[in-house]
T-cell receptor
Framework: KAGVTQTPRYLIKTRGQQVTLSCSPI?????VSWYQQTPGQGLQFLFE???????NKGNFPGRFSGRQFSNSRSEMNVSTLELGDSALYLC????????????FGPGTRLTVL | EDKVVQSPLSLVVHEGDTVTLNCSYE??????LLWYKQEKKAPTFLFML??SGIEKKSGRLSSILDKKELFSILNITATQTGDSAVYLC???????????WGAGTKLIIKP
């Protein structure tokens, strides 16, 4: 069974640009969560999607958005990039609404110059 | 404010030592506590704890939850260099079906 995949693995952007990251969950998993990880802040929850609906959202500005498609693949978008958005973005999938064992993807390392 | 606090933030021990990592929490409507190991990028799941006093074990790793005192510990016995990693604790709380994460404990095992 294939694991969670994320593309691209590495990305370099400049301030003001926008970026789209993609996450393909484990087959059969309907819940996809996104996290930002920085050395000083640890993992910070961005949002969680289940069956194409955003169920939860963390405390991030509106520049951070996401969506989930009917095949459970998810994308997150960051507009008007700032230097502080440089981080490892992790996505995790889990089976369903009550099963909270999440399987993480390898992450996308975003560097904003 | 809901929070998860891990201690120590970092720890350096020698191979063969036993280590105990701590995770304390204050959340509304606790559901479960999870431990993850993060070596390079993707955290990998270790344990999920929901009931007090029941130890979960996997090889040299074990964990237990105390819901009265609101903490969990992760024990690693006979440590090996491969145990070097950041160990993350997360707590699921009922209201919004979210995980709140601790900052992690960076464990370094010296040969």
């Amino acid at each position: 069974k294939a694991g969670v995949t994320q593309t691209p693995r590495y990305l370099i952007k400049t301030r003001g640009q926008q970026v789209t990251l993609s996450c393909s969950p484990i087959s059969g998993h309907r819940s996809v969560s996104w996290y930002q990880q920085t050395p000083g802040q640890g993992l910070q929850f961005l949002f969680e999607y289940f069956s194409e609906t955003q169920r939860n959202k963390g405390n991030f500005p509106g520049r951070f958005s996401g969506r989930q498609f009917s095949n459970s693949r998810s994308e997150m978008n960051v507009s008007t990039l700032e230097l502080g958005d440089s981080a490892l973005y992790l996505c995790a999938s889990s089976l369903d609404i009550t099963y909270n064992e999440q399987f993480f993807g390898p992450g996308t390392r975003l560097t904003v110059l | 404010e809901d929070k998860v606090v891990q201690s120590p933030l970092s720890l350096v021990v020698h191979e063969g030592d036993t280590v105990t990592l701590n995770c304390s929490y204050e959340v509304t409507n606790f559901r479960s506590l999870l431990w993850y190991k993060q070596e390079k990028k993707a955290p990998t799941f270790l344990f999920m704890l929901t009931s007090s006093g029941i130890e979960k074990k996997s090889g040299r790793l074990s964990s237990i939850l105390d819901k009265k005192e609101l903490f969990s510990i992760l024990n690693i016995t006979a440590t090996q260099t491969g145990d070097s990693a950041v160990y993350l604790c997360a707590v699921e709380w009922d209201s919004n079906y979210q995980l709140i994460w601790g900052a992690g404990t960076k464990l370094i095992i010296k040969p």
